[in-house]
């Protein structure tokens, strides 16, 4: 019997966020609207420099998962955090969406909990600057072979492939999934991942059963201008391809089914975890057996209201954000 319905395995980050204008981030050496990562000093440095800051649970595949827990589906973690008060915050701050953190937070370790220095632009564009800290020792001892066997959707980050620890313990939960009869896909996680681990990616796409990704991230992983190559050739070695694309139609492709997604067109007040909540509604679908086209709608939705506030995690009632529109 499936324990959880989905189980997400990724690093397990602290997200602390502010405003930020385009001056301050040369000022601070920031580049714009990518993924850095950066070591503790620097993380150290940047924090001292946040004004007005928020704080709380994040991590890319960790936002996916507590976005279906949202949705109410039944759902695990597996990831590390110290057993400080930001590791601590973070296992009650899954809790309380209804997400079980599988690993205990450890004791005696030198390294913290990771975090994510994330400035948002008012073009609600995000900066981020994250120091990995205790993730960056995932490893396959970190895998409960019951929870990622037991499970029937299991998401897999891209920035696990940064270490090699990370790259095994994603392919002992994905193995272990898949044994078990569930579906395990990928996040490319950004573009900047996928240049530094292009040959691994390109091998998953042909061996998971999913794979999510931006335009940008697809260009890169088949290094061509030529998006609709891309598509195809991603098609034609993998199980189901999706592609966002900043406000524009979502692309789906499923053997020789293609489906369009329209996306309403709004003005972000902050991108992060947009396609981290796009991921969510989308596989929401999948989980509940709902055809490409309205899977791609709930995950379109799901989107949208996370860029409508501060924020990678919903703040609204998404599932009847889906019900208002007649898909379930």
Known sequence: MTKYQAVGIGNAVVDVICQSDDAFLSRMG???????????ERAEFLYENMTERT?????????TIAGL???????????RVCDDGPGRDYVREM??????FVNAPVTGGELPTSRSMIFV???????MNTYLGISTELGPEDVPEEVAGGCG????EGYLFDKDKGKAAFLEAARD?????GKAGISLSDPFCVDRHRDDFRRLVRELDYV????????????????????????AESGLVVCTRSGEDVVIVEGEETVRVPVDEITPVDTTGAGDQFAAGFLYGVATGAPLAVAGRMGCIAAAEVIAHYGARPEADVLAMFRAEGLI
């Open 30 to 40: 920031i580049e714009k609207g990518i993924m850095q990562l950066i070591e503790m």
């Open 55 to 63: 704080q709380m649970a994040g991590g890319s595949v960790a936002n």
């Open 69 to 79: 827990g949202a949705l109410g589906l039944s759902t695990a973690f597996i990831g």
């Open 95 to 100: 809790s309380d969406v209804g997400t079980d």
């Open 121 to 127: 632009s008012p073009d609600g564009e995000r900066s």
């Open 153 to 156: 959707l299991l998401v897999l």
């Open 177 to 181: 999934c898949r044994a078990g009869g």
């Open 212 to 235: 999510i990704g931006n335009d940008h991230e697809w260009l890169s992983l088949y290094q061509t201008e030529d998006l609709g190559a891309a598509l195809e050739q991603a098609a």
